[in-house]
């Protein structure tokens, strides 16, 4: 028994020791989608904060293809030692594993660590639709089923999912144009007639297309004329989402350190000016909530691929 308590006492010492010199050599950012869009450009700014008040290098590694899948499995499958971060978009940990045949299992193998920032598309429709109001929308559709066309940025992509969600809380049956690349022309050009878009691209198209609802459960304050989906359609909401992961068995101590300076970074004012300035919300929560708030998100995104019987292109 002496022996034991000998033991285990070594071994708390040992973890303090390390989690008090960590970190001790430079910490990387997977970041699994090619440089330039919100989520790598997030990560870059939350890496350069990092770099200064963790006194150690944090380097950004994109890691891009499969659908998120190559960077996420890498980071899935690297040390847990605290030195590896995953920084991964919603659907990379909610629907891929509905969607691929992965080779980790994203709610076994990752961790989470704290959310960074989270966004509610808006729905909107061509300047050709009629309606001019939600409610006049799914009229609309349920007269007439199978005439209206909804895009998205492809075959499993949130876009899609959300559309799917939408059929099914509002009970329309709208018709699915999947596109390679972005349907933003085509749906302004009404050959299309709605899509679910960021509100940044949303504003920036004003007049161009016509918005109808934000996807979440409150109206976004800098479109306080759009009602929320929610309003028309009870309980309605889903959120886009960019989340900070650790492989699963990283110390605790690492993950509470990650996350206490992470947070910190989140709150700084030219963090909160930059997603303002994108239309996001920032994250900063502990990491078991956000753990339970993943949860929902990928039982109940995985409900609708099932039932939608969506396939990824």
Same mark, same amino acid.
Do not use: C
């Given at each position: 028994?002496? *022996? ?5 006492? /070594? ?16 910490? *990387? ?39 998120? +899948? ?12 605290? #030195?590896?971060?995953? !920084? ?7 629907? +891929? ?5 992965? =080779? ?13 920032? @989270? ?20 009229? #609309? /559709?349920?007269? +007439?089923?199978?005439?209206?066309? &909804? ?6 992509? !949130? ?22 690349? @972005?349907? %933003? ?9 709605? %899509? ?8 920036? =198209?004003?007049?161009? %297309? ?9 109206? =976004? ?35 509470? *350190? ?34 339970? &708030? ?14 939608? +019987?969506? *396939? /990824?292109?």
């Amino acid at each position: 028994m002496k *022996r034991l308590a000998t033991l285990l006492a /070594a071994a708390l010492i040992s973890a303090a020791a390390f989690g008090q010199s960590y970190p001790a050599k430079p910490v *990387r950012f997977v970041v699994p989608f090619p440089p330039g869009n919100a989520g790598d450009l997030m990560a870059r700014m939350l890496a350069e904060k990092l770099t200064a008040s963790m006194k150690q290098s944090v380097i950004v590694d994109n890691r891009p293809g499969a659908g998120g +899948n190559i960077g996420a499995e890498h980071a899935a499958k690297s040390p847990a030692d605290g #030195y590896t971060v995953l !920084i991964a978009a919603s659907g990379i940990v909610t629907a +891929n594993a509905f969607l691929y045949k992965l =080779n980790f299992d994203p709610q076994k193998d990752l961790a989470p660590v704290t959310l960074i920032y @989270s966004g509610a598309p808006l729905l909107v429709v061509s300047p050709n639709v009629q309606a001019k109001s939600l409610q006049e929308l799914i009229d #609309y /559709a349920k007269r +007439n089923p199978g005439k209206l066309t &909804y895009a998205s940025y492809g075959s499993g992509h !949130i876009s899609h999912i959300i559309g799917e969600m939408f059929k099914q809380a509002a009970g329309v049956d709208i018709l699915h144009v999947p596109y390679k690349s @972005s349907p %933003l022309p085509d749906v302004m050009s009404g050959q299309v007639d709605m %899509l679910f878009e960021s509100p940044l691209l949303v504003a920036k =198209n004003t007049g161009k %297309l016509r918005p109808l609802g934000v996807v979440s459960a409150k109206r =976004n304050p800098k479109m306080p004329d759009v009602p929320a989906i929610a309003e028309v359609v009870p309980g309605f909401e889903v959120t886009g989402w960019l989340g900070a992961f650790v492989p699963t068995g990283t110390p605790p101590e690492i993950v509470t *350190r990650l996350n206490r300076e992470m947070v910190s970074a989140i709150k700084a004012p030219e963090f909160l000016k930059r997603l303002d300035e994108l239309m996001l919300d920032p994250g900063g929560d502990t990491p078991e909530e956000f753990a339970a &708030y993943v949860r929902s998100n990928y039982e109940r995104v995985g409900r609708v691929i099932r039932s939608a +019987n969506i *396939r /990824a292109d």
